[in-house]
């Protein structure tokens, strides 16, 4: 069960939760992966353990919120692997408060780490990929498609839905250079993450609302961009994919 095998693979946000758990779904399928992460060694942490089971992946220390750190390891992993198939913008910081405490720094500080860093790895990753075709996979939320009053996503979700409109507009600019672009917008998923941004009134009020009745799990979002990393996915760009328990469904 190789559906990756052969691939060239950049992922984002990698030392933990999502991003962890795709990069091992993604090496176990086949690909080459090199992955990366904000905290000092743990991206090389995660990769390293990989490794140890015979699987080629690589981690490196990147601020992504600075453009020329994030373009410098876009075209670093391109020459190491000789190219990109895949580029999964797994990473992404947080910042929520209620809008009367919503701060102009705080509402640009999200904009930077949401959906300004995705831009950041597309924009160089992007010339590589015109010359042969590839996958790009985007994540929003589910904050992005319904307004959630009780957590201050404002700006969340304004960054989220602008991820969504820019796989759209990616999409449509990438195909005749064969680049599909998509994104997946999970609902609540259980990660150092979002255990660090939602308390437990919080969490209990999204899980609530989800029709299955449990926090998702990095797998679950993982297997959605193995298929959309993979040539399954050949017929498939622009989309946006809800991955999030039915939130987005209807109410239990």
Not at 19 to 30: I, V
């Amino acid at each position: 069960m190789e559906r990756l095998k052969g691939k060239r693979v950049l992922i984002t946000g990698t030392a933990g939760g999502q991003g962890e758990a795709a990069q091992k779904l993604f090496a176990e399928q086949g690909a080459q992966v090199i992955g990366c992460d904000l905290r000092p060694g743990a991206a090389e942490a995660t990769a390293s353990s990989l490794r140890d089971n015979g699987y080629d992946v690589r981690g490196y220390d990147v601020d992504l919120a600075d453009p020329e750190a994030a373009r410098a390891w876009v075209e670093e992993g391109a020459r190491a692997l000789g190219g990109i198939d895949v580029l999964y913008n797994n990473a992404a910081g947080f910042g929520f408060a209620p809008f009367p405490e919503m701060t102009i720094d705080l509402f640009r500080h999200v904009m930077r780490v949401e959906l300004e860093i995705v831009f950041n790895t597309t924009s160089p990753a992007w010339g590589v990929m015109s010359k042969s075709g590839g996958s790009i996979i985007n994540t929003a939320s589910y904050s992005a498609l319904r307004g959630i009053s009780p957590l201050g996503q404002v700006a969340h979700a304004t960054a989220k839905g602008g991820i969504v409109a820019m796989t759209k507009s990616l999409a449509a600019e990438g195909a005749a250079n064969g680049i599909r672009v998509n994104a997946i917008s999970p609902g609540f998923v259980k990660s150092p993450a979002t255990d660090a941004a939602v308390d437990e009134a919080g969490r209990q009020w999204q899980l609530n609302n989800h029709l299955i009745q449990r926090a998702g799990t990095g797998s679950d979002i993982a297997y959605m961009a193995c298929y959309l990393a993979s040539d399954e996915s050949g017929w498939v760009t622009g989309q946006n994919f809800s991955v999030d328990g039915g939130a987005t469904a209807g109410w239990r």
